[in-house]
């Protein structure tokens, strides 16, 4: 590949060779710091029945969530007759997952098949290591309330090839259907902020709201829309085949003309034909700062979460073995933060449909108290043949439809997934980097749109985010091109970035920490680390792509520009004290600590000084 390339550079009639070298590597790129979607690892096309009148497997309690709980913990008992080291136990949710309830997905399939897969698994000497002697052991999984029944099979043979040995009795939700897990996310004004949520009413069933009101007044009602997607809407593989699973229906309410830094409480409901109610529990947040409003605002960033389960499930590989941690620190601090941007790569469900349950489950703390706003990333949008800007199917199949339909961004077009979106002091203009950002694209002139338009005298600070390194990153893989950057990534955007004086820039993918010098054309523009006071002169550009996905390498030797580099999970929290003073924190996952930090200080002025390249013209007419 490096050859390859070389001789590309020296050849100027080559550019569309080069622009599809540079593509391809970056494929290669996004592979190796992917990781690998547990589900994926578990052939269940070629599973076999060899039930055995000896095995059984049986769950217990048989109904959940008695008492309104959205999660309990449910214990499985089985034994084999032949117990091996690779005997594993699954997860099915609906139920029923044989042959007799869907037909065949895959030509290779002959009755009795099993439909999809499961949504989790454990191997079954996890809980004790005289399984393969006795035959007999015991597992907990954590099951949340996902709108259907659940059963559990004993399988032989390993993920490869499996063999259904057992299958178990049935468990049930009290009320499967229930409204659960709310995302809130800022409307398209700073006055509104809106209600995302899941439940299994459709709206010949039930009809759903939001009521909610000033925490302690009265309380309004505000109706809600509801979208649901079918099979058929995925666009590949595993997502329109075994990884399919009904996503139930996903409501949205907007709530309107709020009053600016107030508290206010809400719950989902859901009017049934009958006139009577479901209720989710009560949830609050606290509204959106006028725009400009000069008090403590913060704000947290990061990339590459993803999921992981708690009762250790699906975690063979060590697959984002931070996300957990991320979670947890961010709940820890709740009172302090007032918004959160995820800025691509969700969940890493890639085409298993089921795990976007468990994702916003394992949010929902975080989710239903401050907006919760996301940015798409290869591993949400990227399909072939759908218009995404990479040819990979990092999706899964996915091709955007669960991102663009279980959150709401305000964006004109959710399958355009840029937008921009005010918190007080702060201007945010987001990117999708899975479509074409370079000069002259539709997206282009959003970005230059939105970075105009901020007014800095009431908003100063102006951050521009995006899931790939479209600026700079001292990945091991983007350091062999030598560019140190996404192909192409930087080449349009520079001279926005330089022109508005676009304070700092966020990126995710890669899956570590690292922050550069204010930085213009590849040169440190300031000489300065820990401090900023006055003009700033440049852009700084951070990888915060260290939520929980498995991590990045660097190249061995570190670029001038790069000031701080951490092989770990972390996120960043930015805090706005005032008009003229802002502090950056750089936190590890793992203990909440701020391990890189520096301050900005400066007065508007400063703000409107001239800086190479992004100068008005000027003329000595008087």
Sequence with gaps: MAKSLLLLLGDSSSLTSLAAVLLVLSVRIASAVGGEQPLSKIAIRDAVYVLHENASIRAHPL????????????????????????????????????????????????????????????????????????????????????????????????LSNPKLVAVSNIINFANPKAPLYPRLSQGKSWDEMTVTWTSGYNIDEATPFVEWGVKEQTQTRSPAGTLTFQQNSMCGPPARTVGWRDPGFIHTSFLKDLWPNAKYTYRLGHRLANNSYVWSKLYSFKSSPFPGQDSLQRVVIFGDMGKAERDGSNEYN???????????????????????????????????????????????????????????????????????????????????????????????????????????????????????????????????????????????????????????????????????????GRDSLQKL??????????????????????????????????????????????????????????????????????????????????HSSLLFEYKKSRDGKVYDSFTISRDYRDVLACVHDGCEPTTLAS
């Design 63 to 158: 109904i959940l969530g008695l008492k309104g709980e959205d999660t309990e913990w449910v214990a499985v008992d089985f034994e084999s007759p032949a117990p091996a080291e690779d005997d594993w136990v699954a997860v099915f949710s609906p139920a029923n997952f044989n042959s007799s309830t869907c037909p065949p997905i895959d030509p290779r399939q002959h009755a009795p098949f099993i439909c999809s897969a499961p949504i989790k698994y454990k191997f079954a000497n996890e809980s004790s290591s005289y399984y393969t002697k006795t035959g007999n052991a015991s597992l907990e999984f954590q099951l949340i309330n996902q709108r259907s029944d659940f059963s559990f099979a004993l399988f032989s043979g390993g």
């Design 318 to 488: 060590n697959y984002q073995p931070g996300s957990l941690n991320t979670t947890d620190q961010l709940i820890k601090d709740l009172d302090n933060i007032d918004i959160v941007f995820h800025i691509g790569d969700i969940t890493y469900a890639n085409g298993y449909i089921s795990q976007w349950d468990q994702f916003t489950s394992m949010i929902e703390p975080i989710a239903s108290t401050v907006p919760y706003m996301i940015a798409s990333g290869n591993h949400e949008r990227d399909t072939p043949g759908t218009g995404s800007f990479y040819d990979t199917n990092d999706s899964g199949g996915e091709c955007g439809v669960l991102a663009e339909t279980m959150f709401y961004v305000p964006a004109e077009n959710r399958a355009k997934f840029w937008y921009s979106t005010d918190y007080g002091m702060f201007h945010f203009c987001i990117g999708d980097s899975e479509h074409d950002w370079r000069e002259g694209s539709e997206q282009y002139r959003f970005i230059e749109n939105c970075f105009a338009t901020a007014d800095r005298q009431k908003q100063p600070w102006l951050i521009f985010a995006v899931h790939r390194v479209l600026g700079y990153s001292s990945l091991a893989y983007y350091s062999l091109m030598g560019s140190f950057e996404e192909p192409m």
């Design 497 to 578: 970035w330089q022109k508005y004086k676009v304070d700092i820039a966020f990126y995710g993918h890669v899956h570590n920490y690292e922050r550069t010098c204010p930085i213009y054309q590849n040169q440190c523009v300031n000489s300065e680390k820990s401090h900023y006071s006055g003009t700033v002169n440049g852009t700084i550009h951070v990888v915060v792509g260290g939520g929980g996905c498995k991590l990045s390498y660097f190249s061995e030797s570190q670029p001038i520009w790069s000031l701080y580099r951490d092989f770990d999970y972390g996120f960043v929290k930015l805090t706005a004290f005032n």
